[in-house]
């Protein structure tokens, strides 16, 4: 999982990411009025560095809910499928915190929690449902990324991760407006909506709340072409400004529970800490490419990259369609090719079978 979220196009990050009811009230702060550029300036320019809250997903993409244990045994990209399905159709609720090089992501599923927990060099990954842990001890590199839910396996990225994949497309390709003022997580917030100027795409358009005081994004909403509902809302329901709790970012794993040690030259399946291809830690092989821009962008990972054609779970979750297997959400569409190679994008079927085919 943590590897093909590496590589997805922004308008795509709601297909491989975790629902409660996310409420706000529309019109009920009144912020000075600004133009959208100068609210995406607020946005890209925030500097919010310690804070901690609560936060919930809802997703209406369009999958049914699988019972588990459909993974093949000895994985086979089985057990990445299992937890793209999960995030996509489970309820998702949790907590973050967030000081200086620390961070702790807590995701809590109906009868188990998972926690990510960073304390400088040190990472502990922890999955109650098997009572199970992994720890890893972070090289001296200035590019690794504090934010909890950057590149962890099983942790859905926070609204800010999101917003700024979705502003990595804010350009001639999007139209920016402002609508009314909101108030999320008790914090009035102005409400940035992008708007695709292509039929191209499965996305309809892209909310982002920003929050009036520090420009920090409190809310990602996203609507599919077609679709009454939002087909995706992240959004902190509680947020609170300055540095946690030191004692958050101390983690111990419980009494009976199996700790495995990682490096991170063995680690790959666990942890992809480096955002970038070049940095020391990048899978080898062969790389993933891009075809296209923007909103109408596909991903194509080479054959090799992920193993999943053998998985007997795609039964469950693909149809066939020509040149493959399709994954189809409301949002993102996965070509899994006869090939091997497996094509991502928030665009409709027949483009991926085109980027397949040329």
Known sequence: MSRWYRWLPAAA????VAAASLTSQAGAADLPDKSPEDVLAMLADHSVE???GSFAQASDLGLP???GGLAGPGGQGGEEIAEAVELLTGDHTGRVYVGGDAARLQVMDSF???DLVRNGDEVWLYDSRDNSAVHLTLPDHAGYPGH???GAPGA???PEEMA??????AGPSTELTVADDVSVAGRDAYELVMTPRTDGTLVGSVAIAVDGETGFPLRVTVEARGQEDPAFELAYTSFTLGEPDAARFEFTPPAGATVEEKSLPDAEGHWAPYPDATAPSAPAGPMPTVVGEDWESVVVLPTGAADLAADPMLAQVTQPVDGGRLLSTALVNVLIADDGRVLVG???VERLQAVAGS
């Open 13 to 16: 990050v709601p297909a491989v």
């Open 50 to 52: 310690a804070f901690s």
């Open 65 to 67: 809910a699988l019972p």
């Open 112 to 114: 188990s929690e998972r």
């Open 148 to 150: 909890p839910g950057a």
């Open 156 to 158: 859905a990225p926070m």
């Open 164 to 169: 700024a994949k979705f502003v990595e497309v």
């Open 346 to 348: 928030s665009v409709p």
